[in-house]
């Protein structure tokens, strides 16, 4: 038996002596009053007379992290939600049995405490407890390095245990939670409301990805987990519902890397009467008041380099972008067949009849992409891989549209909606057959999203910007596994 076997075991052991005793070691009637910090906020700052002449009790409970035993008394440090704080156990004040109970609990377990606030002779604020209880016991013990673990994987899988243990994970989380929050608040405060639309699809669109397939016996139907909630948010600024957002899961059954999980979060939303422009100024405000609250300023360093957010943030248009940062030579711009050349040049696959714009878009992920360190717009992306988007009106060959780089990744796209039904239709089948020749390709016109069209959509512009990739940015995380609870991982063997 190992020797983690053998710790469970010995709890275990404990568990049923208690229950002998008549302790029930998983009670659900203790009330707390305060948390770590209600204590810390409030007494931190009181010298000792002050803590002495107050005569109030407290009732706080958490986990205990570490135990220090000095025979007829102990030190603890407790863990609850907003932080952690010392108690100290004396037998002459819990009483004999009291303390004799106390001698059998182990990191891990829970406990609730009452008493009042002192400062011990190393100026730390502590709780003297005058009552305890046992709420919870652990019959796991906390891994005692997990602070030093190398297996990542580990720290993914057991998210709990990550949790616990380090308090600065804990803050990517709650620094996600703040994020959301601010772009409801953003949003709602500029009379947008917020929607949900299906995560099963009959039809997969809204972006060119690998939908996850599944099956709904009662109507013995396929259908297809969502990988963009576009089509059925367009469908609703149909319906009159001219300022919408919505924060939810998309999934794309593709590849998995720093900067992808099979389920993440994405943020849309469309304004009707608007245009790209109007994305642009709002994707920097919208950001830029993200920025300030969580880091105090519109600077911060992410991964040893520092970005800095001070609006305006550049704009460059794409065939610009190919020229300053590819040096490609401007006859590629024109010509499909260099572009390709060059293209097969790098490595990278070209699917037969893959169009001179997807071309292009390839040449730019290679080439540019990872380039775009400080916030950028590129925008007027080639129309052929924009099937959403409108046209130019002085070029038709490029869309109004933009995608936002920061840190060499795409953090936003968004474009003026091509709301003409009669090319839509038309792009939708060019798009079809571009993908025709793919094994993997879903191949079904979405008719009841035309239909929707045909009765007209208000001039109207729509982003959608990946939660997940900016809460990297916020927290300095390296990968999209650190920011997002559970990732998917490999089933354990």
Known sequence: MDETSELIQQRIRKLEDLRKNGIDPYPNDFRVTHTSR??????????????????????????????????????IQIQDRKGRIQAYLQRDIVGESAFQLFKTFDIGDFIGLEGKIFRTKTRELTLQ?????????????????????????????????????????????????KAIQKIRDFFTQRDFIEVETPMLHPIPGGATA??????????????????????????????????????NRCFRNEGISTQHNPEFTMLEFYQSYATYEDMIKMTEELLCSMIKEIHGGLRFTYQGKELDFTPPWRRIRFNDSLLEYGKVDPAILKDPSKAIEVAKKLGLEM????????????????????????????????????????????????????????????????????????????????????????????LTLDEDFLRALEFGMPPTAGEGIGIDRWVMLLTDAPSIRDVIFFPLLRMEK
């Open 129 to 177: 407890v005058q009552r305890f209880r046992l709420l919870v016991k652990s019959l796991r013990p906390l891994p005692e390095k997990w602070h030093g673990l190398t297996d990542i994987e580990a720290r993914y899988r057991q998210r709990y245990l990550d949790l616990i243990a380090n308090p600065k994970v804990k803050e990517i989380f709650l620094t996600r939670i």
């Open 351 to 442: 699917q037969k009849g893959t169009s001179h714009g997807r071309a292009l878009a390839d040449l730019f992920k290679e080439m540019v992409e990872p380039q775009l360190l400080q916030p950028a717009f590129v925008i007027q992306y080639p129309t052929e891989v924009s099937p959403l988007s409108r046209r130019n009106g002085n070029d038709p060959e490029v869309a109004d549209r933009f995608e936002l780089f920061i840190a060499g990744r795409e953090i936003a796209n968004g474009f003026s909606e091509l709301n003409d039904p009669v090319d839509q239709r038309e792009r939708f089948v060019q798009q079809m057959k571009e993908r025709g020749d793919e094994a993997d390709a879903v």
């Open 210 to 247: 690998k939908p996850f397939k599944t099956h709904h016996n009662a109507l013995d139907m396929e259908l297809y987990m969502r990988v963009a909630p576009e089509l059925f948010l367009k469908r609703l600024v149909i319906g009159g519902l001219e300022r919408i957002f919505e924060i």
């Open 38 to 75: 209600d204590l810390h906020e409030t007494f931190d700052s009181l010298s000792d007379e002050e803590l002495k002449s107050g005569g109030e009790t407290f009732c706080l409970a958490g986990r205990i992290m570490a135990i220090r035993d000095f025979g007829k008394a102990s030190f």
